[in-house]
Every structure is written in structure tokens, then in C-alpha cells.
């Protein structure tokens, strides 16, 4: 049985100037309880101190524009009220030993009219993706989005630097810059979503200029080595797709080097495991040679995070074989509170409850159980 406690999962990191005891990270995971207003109150408050012996935890997403809102009772980050809900958050967590990024998130065209005011999504192009937006109505699909006049492109700029600037003031760590899973970066990074013929379309990197502009901005805001970027270069999911992925997000990687990021966030290819095991079912290597995860490792120069349906075992192997420096756990998060006490321990994992991720309340959220004790707050004492 691996000793995962002496081994590099438990070694100490630094992002710039600020000390990671453990590499073991939070993913970020909306949880869709922040209501009509999208701001944090007291169950994201106590979900995210139950969480703090996390090496990081990345609070995720924050919408940061009222215009760029993916489902409803996701928390935003555009207004005074929500940035002082975040900032018991961040509090809450730093009182707790913790550490805490939040992430900046823009729906683009994973949104509807209900959730908007009526306005419709906006993406790089006129191309509704597949699937079903969560409003306050019920499920709808997706609309065509509102194409992007290139003009209007600066002002969602100043809007991430914005919302980067209340971050700040609620007292997070840093913030990452969401580029992943179908999502308005996303979308103008992929050609199977960006079909545009401006500055903003065409070649990998006409396509990544979206992305540079928003990380020059929040770094205006933020010292770069307190930014994050996540991507998930193999996502297929919302209608995604790259007519050549290897060479964009390959070009990419190499182009992000440039900024001296806290991390570049890659969410790998994965088939997901058991999220009540701690161990990989079967002998597999963590990571292909020649996956494009790993070779986005091998272009970017600076703190690399994995994340995709990693165990303990295949996390160590990552960190172990230097294909890492740090990597994310996502649902197992969800359900354990202490995940790296229950790592280290070798101990069984609670099971998750898929019918209460989403859009709930106490329950499944704050009353999963930790080993030492018993959550701190009942789900009865916070409705």
C-alpha cells in the first residue's frame, strides 16, 4: 500500500509567493445555491471552511457579468453585494488555515434569455450549442447566440478586469480565468464553435487573442503569479470541438508561458472512476506519453495542475514522474470534506449524492461527514 503521507501529495509548493502545504487542490465546482442575486451566504461560507485543509481550493465559477450567467443560483462576482458575500467566504477559509482562488467565469452561449433579462447569450458566432440551460422556469435549451461585434470585445475585457478587482477586495489568493468546458473563452478558443473572420477568429492564435487580453487585464489587477488559467482541451461535451486540438491547445500552451501564470489548469481526457474508491481499478498508466495533456506539459513553462478523474494513485504517479506539479479533485471533494486527511489515512470515501449537487439546500453540501468529527454546523441549522 502506497505511503501517499511521506510522498509528494503531502510535500509543500509555491505559487509565487504563496505557500501550498499540500498539492492536493480543490477543483472548482458550482453548487448553485447563491440564488436569484448570485450571492454567496452562509452554505458556501461553511462548504468551503469544511474544505480548507485543501492545498488550494478554487471557488468556482463567478459569473462576471450580469450577461454571462449559465444557470440559475450561480454566484457572480460584478456586484458590491456578491463581492461581500465572497469575502466571508475567503474569510471563513483563511480562518480556517485555508487558501482560496476564486474563478472568473463567462457563460457566452450556455445561457438563455430567462437567466439574462430577457437579452439573448452572446458567443463568437451565430451556433446554439446542444443541451439545456438550468432557469428559474426549469430546464431550456439553449438559444442561437447574439454573435459578438467586434467592437463590443473590450468591454467584456474591462468586465473580467472588474470582476478580477472585487476578487481582490473580498480577499482571495488570486483568481483563475475559466477557458474550459464549453464556456464563452472556450467557445472563441475552439473552431467548431468560432467561425469568425475578424481579429478574433481564424488561426489558433487569432482565436487565443480573446484569451490574452483577458490575462493582461486581470494581471493589471493581480501579479500574474497570483492568476490561473483553466483549460480542457478534449472536452466534448455543449456541442465542443477542434478540427485540430493538438495544434491549437499544443500552441496555446506554449503562448501562456509568456505570462508567468500561477498555473496553467489542464483538465485531461479521463474515464471517470468509482468516486467512492480511492485507488485506480486497474493498472493503466496515470497519463499517455503522447496524450495531449502531456504534451501541453511539456510546452508550458510554469506550475502545471492536472485534473480529470485522477485517484491517489494516479496522482501520485503524476507528481512522482514530474508530469505534474500539482493536481485537482473534483467530485471526490464534493462528498469529503477531508479529503486529505482521508488520503493519507487510507480511509473510505463517503458516497456522493448526485440528486442533491445542484440547486439545493443544506443537504448534500455541508452534511457529509469528516473522520475527526462531525460537521461543525447542522444541515438543520442552516436552511
Known sequence: ???????????????????????????????????????????EIEYFRQRATAGLIIAGGAHVSPCGVGAWGIAGI???????????????????????FLQLWHAGRLSHPDLLGGRRPVGPSPLAAPGEAMTPKGMQAYPIPRELETH???SLVEEYARAAAYAKSAGFDGVEVNAANGHLLDQFLRDGSNQREDEYGGSPLRRMRFLFEVLEAV??????????VRVAPEYSANGMSDSHPEVTFGE????LGRFDLAYLHVVRKFDAPAVNSLES??????IE??????????????????????????????LQLDSADLVAFGRAFLANPDLPLRISTHAELNSLNRDTLFAGGAEGM?????????????AREIQ
Open 1 to 43: 500500500m502506497l505511503r501517499y503521507v511521506n510522498g509528494p501529495l503531502f510535500q509543500p509548493y509555491f505559487l509565487g509567493s504563496l505557500r501550498l502545504p499540500n498539492r492536493i487542490v480543490m477543483a472548482p465546482m458550482a453548487r448553485d445555491r447563491a440564488g436569484e442575486q448570485g450571492i454567496p451566504g452562509l452554505l
Open 78 to 100: 460584478h456586484t458590491q453585494d456578491q463581492m461581500l458575500g465572497w469575502r466571508r467566504v475567503a474569510q471563513a477559509v483563511h480562518e480556517a488555515g485555508g487558501r482560496i
Open 152 to 154: 463590443e470585445i473590450p
Open 219 to 228: 494581471s493589471t489587477v493581480w501579479d500574474s503569479d497570483r492568476v490561473g
Open 252 to 255: 496555446l500552451a506554449t503562448e
Open 281 to 286: 481499478s486497474g493498472n493503466s498508466p496515470y
Open 289 to 318: 506519453e503522447d496524450s495531449l495533456s502531456h504534451r501541453m506539459r511539456e510546452n508550458f513553462r510554469g506550475p502545471f495542475l492536472l485534473c480529470g478523474g485522477l485517484t491517489p494513485r494516479t496522482a501520485h504517479a503524476a
Open 366 to 378: 455541508i452534511d457529509y461527514p469528516s473522520l475527526s468529527a462531525s460537521v461543525s454546523h447542522s
